[in-house]
């Protein structure tokens, strides 16, 4: 499966954290969603992840990336990915 890599120690406020799912999954300034919504869209597949093929995501240093996206939407976003059906490891 392919897996993602989120920096948290990249993650300084919400647009940071959206700019470094684009960055790992597109390249420097790619596009991984903007908001939860635009999220959802991109977690269905095609957006730079297989369309046909598994995949997941892992964030590093997590605590930075919640202190940065604040407890509720940090809450919202691991609730995307699992609605999503999207593995998302999480690591401190």
């Excluded at 390249?27 to 919504?37: E, H, I, T, W």
């Amino acid at each position: 499966m392919k897996t993602y890599t989120v920096d948290g120690r990249r993650v300084a406020d919400v647009e940071g954290f959206y700019a470094e799912l684009g960055r790992a999954v597109n390249g420097p300034d790619g596009y991984f969603g903007g908001n939860l919504d635009a999220l959802v869209d991109c977690l269905r597949g095609g957006f730079g992840t297989p369309d046909d093929e598994p995949f997941g995501f892992t964030i590093t240093h997590a605590d930075g990336v919640r202190a940065a996206l604040g407890p509720e939407l940090y809450s919202q976003v691991v609730d995307v990915f699992s609605t999503s059906g999207v593995p998302l490891h999480v690591s401190s």
